[in-house]
């Protein structure tokens, strides 16, 4: 079994990509279509990494960052925006809640991964 990635984003094709690059990576991934469902979800799991969209319904990255960062079990894990904003305002507001790394989409195969490897091995 891999490590175990819980990914968060509103867009269902969005998630079928980020999920699929990351099992052909060898990663086991959770699915979440929000930062509220993302929340619930995370609880009772053994998740070693969350990557998280930035604008979402109900609850969004920054906020799910928050209270992510806010359980104990997940203080330190690696926590990565995978969103469409870069300003720089948006990044520093995202690394003052707790973001470990920022990517901007569209992604790349090959650049989700790096960063999945460098964080989980």
């Known amino acids: 079994m891999g490590k175990l990635i819980m990914t968060a984003d509103d867009s269902a094709s969005m998630r079928e990509m980020i ?16 930062g509220r469902d993302a929340l619930s979800k995370i609880s009772g799991t053994e ?14 990255g920054i906020e799910l960052i928050r209270k992510v960062r806010a359980l104990p079990q997940y203080k330190y894990i690696p926590i990565i925006m995978l969103t469409t904003e870069s300003q720089d305002e948006k990044k520093m507001a995202g690394k003052a809640a707790g973001a470990s790394g920022w990517i901007v989409k569209p992604f790349r195969s090959e650049q989700l991964l790096t960063i999945a490897k460098k964080f989980l091995n």
């Not at 999920?19 to 929000?34: M, P």
């Not at 998740?47 to 969004?60: E, F, G, K, V």
Request: without cysteine; negative net charge.
């Open 19 to 34: 999920s699929f690059t990351l099992k052909n990576g060898g990663y086991d991934v959770i699915e979440a279509e929000d």
């Open 47 to 60: 998740a070693h990494m969350l990557i998280t969209d930035l604008n979402m319904p109900n609850m969004d």
